[in-house]
């Protein structure tokens, strides 16, 4: 296990003062602090390297090239991927939108269905709403428990028709149900779930469903919203079952600006591009082109140069902690948050969503005020240098069929201590006492 | 607690014309859809017509008789809503136009954070649209 002062250490935005108190930051769930090593590699590229990559056969421009290509070996080492694979993008919705728009659009047709859950992102909902919208496909939505687990099983309910529910709306055919209930006709053609809950921080049981899914349709294809996985654990894709996987650089203390998308280059190779312009191309004449090869036909134009070599620094911090050691600092976290906010349940102060068990959860934190609204807990909150979100969390229908508007949500990562859970408990035991 | 002043409180526990009117002229719903916030806002309107003034000069633009309202939402937004139903009565469109953003910060006490502002001028911008659907 690591030295947490150390690495808060390493943090310089954590010396921070906010309205005269220390930061407390719980939002890395939105976007990550950055050590100073991210910073330096970013600083120390504009100061002695900045050059574009590719196209210079001087000396700056070949470092640079060189930098970018080291990066990328890097992100494939980290989840067991060949350099190929990887394709910058700025974002892990952009990722996505990149696998909607160059693989789903070939493959998709009238009569498939794309298979997502209720836990979703809404980077992850929307592009396959609007695919399925402009295919006919049926978009399919695993339900969630009251715990905000996914429900694997058909449920005793005598008649078996009501097994999942049908909406149509605007040309889009959906079906909500239990996981069995929708792979059963075989007609899914495309998964896409997250390996993290971004709200709840529920973690699907990915090998059961995938083991489930590929005995009822062999060839489908399976994508993962690794955005709240990559950064807290050790994820490789040899092992995972994916042919897709996204995530964000921004959330695992890397630069803003910087995501990943991760495919088999079987796939990939098949692909056409996303976006057209410069360095995606192999030959170009007045009256068309030809495409380069992965991963260069998907980044066309100037990519993030200096971000994505901060993304490398980032993936050697996170090497360097060790991604087991990560998750077990987080799990520990979680444990104990729950744990001291149990009691604040019990006494009616707050109410919790989410899974108990921590082996199934991840460093999300999402809870209540009882009679205060989440915007307004976190404003509180934020008046005593504590930062948490509030909000639906760009998951609205997960929020919304919990039966509230909005939930606060605190998330945890490798800086964060068991001293500021205590902290955030006392401080929202203030909370009510502000609107008394 | 400076972003929650006395009057935000007051109004937030007891917010002034919540409900709804039998006989409004328009009925407007507005949303912050990021965080899940909701107002119904009902209104009568009418013409201005101040008696003593000579004909040419009084005021025909249309104005605010009454506003109701109802809705979910977190202290600052409720008590902006409470507090705007109460300044509204005998507002023109351009009136409101000038009393702006800027206005609504005036009226929650001179202080709100920028990342709240989407809460403080939701039924603002109810309002706006009401008479922006009138014309």
Redesign the interface.
């Known amino acids: 296990m690591f030295d947490v002062e150390k690495v808060r250490n390493d943090f310089p935005i954590l010396k921070r003062k906010i309205h005269g108190h220390d930061l407390v930051f719980l939002d890395s769930g939105a976007t990550s602090q950055k050590p100073e090593s991210v910073i330096k590699a970013m600083d120390d590229f504009y100061r002695n390297t900045n050059a574009n990559i590719h196209r210079g056969v001087y000396e700056l421009s070949v470092e640079s090239t060189g930098l970018v290509d080291e990066a990328r070996e890097k992100v494939a080492n980290f989840i067991g991927a060949r350099p190929e694979e990887i394709i910058f993008t700025r974002n892990a919705s952009e990722s996505l939108n990149l696998i909607m728009y160059s693989w789903g659009r070939d493959n998709i047709k009238k009569e498939d269905a794309v298979l997502i859950s209720k836990l979703e992102h809404h980077s992850n909902l929307v592009p396959w709403q609007e695919l399925c919208r402009e295919t006919g496909a049926e978009l399919r939505i695993i339900d969630v428990d009251g715990e905000g687990k996914l429900i694997v099983k058909n449920q005793k309910i005598k008649n078996s028709k009501t097994q999942s529910e049908v909406f149509i709306e605007n040309g889009l055919r959906v079906r909500l149900g239990s996981l069995e209930s929708l792979i059963a006709d075989g007609k899914v053609k495309l998964f896409s779930v997250t390996g993290v809950s971004n709200v709840l921080g529920t973690i699907p049981d990915l090998a059961g469903m995938l083991t489930a899914i590929k005995r009822k349709a062999q060839n489908a294809t399976v994508v993962v919203d690794a955005s709240q996985m990559v950064p807290h654990m050790k994820v490789d894709v040899k092992t995972l079952g994916a042919d897709f996987i996204a995530f964000s650089g921004h959330k695992m203390l890397g630069p803003t600006g910087t995501g990943v998308l991760w495919g088999r280059k079987e796939i990939l190779s098949k692909m056409r591009p996303f976006l057209y312009g410069g360095d995606m191309i192999g030959e170009v004449k007045i009256t068309g082109a030809t495409w380069a090869d992965i991963p260069s036909r998907f980044e066309a134009g100037t990519p993030d140069i200096a971000g994505i070599i901060g993304l490398g620094a980032a993936v050697d911090y996170l090497e360097n902690l060790g991604m087991d050691n990560v998750r077990e600092h987080e799990k520990e976290l979680i444990k104990y948050a729950l744990e001291r906010m149990s009691k604040l349940e019990e006494e009616g102060l707050v109410k919790l969503y989410g899974p108990r068990d921590i082996e199934e959860r991840g460093g999300a934190l999402a809870f209540n005020v009882i009679g205060v609204h989440p915007h307004d807990a976190a404003q509180v909150l934020d008046s005593f240098g504590i930062a948490v979100r509030s909000g639906q969390h760009c998951a609205a229908p997960l929020v919304m069929s919990f039966g509230v508007p909005a939930m606060v949500r605190a998330t945890f990562y490798v800086y964060n201590t068991k001293k500021e859970i205590d902290y955030l408990v006392s401080k929202i035991r203030e909370i009510p006492k502000v609107f008394a | 607690?400076?972003?929650?002043k006395d009057i935000i409180?007051d109004h937030?526990?007891n917010p002034r014309n919540f409900g709804s009117l039998d006989d409004a002229d328009i009925n407007m719903d507005e949303s912050n859809?990021?965080?899940?916030?909701?107002i119904q806002i009902q209104v009568k309107i009418g013409t201005r017509k101040e008696p003593g003034l000579p004909r040419s000069v009084r005021n025909e633009d249309e104005v605010i008789k009454e506003m109701k309202w109802r809705g979910?939402?977190?202290?600052?937004s409720t008590a902006a809503a409470s507090m705007l139903s109460e300044k509204i009565v005998g507002m023109s469109k351009k009136e409101l136009e000038d009393f702006g953003e800027n206005g609504i910060v005036e009226m929650l006490g001179g202080e709100v954070?920028a990342g709240?502002m989407k809460?403080a001028t939701l039924a603002f911008r109810g309002l706006l649209k009401i008479f922006e659907t009138h014309e």
Request: aromatic share 10%; glycine share 10%.
């Open positions: 607690m400076s972003d929650y409180i937030y526990k859809a990021s965080c899940g916030d909701m979910v939402g977190c202290a600052i954070n709240r809460c």
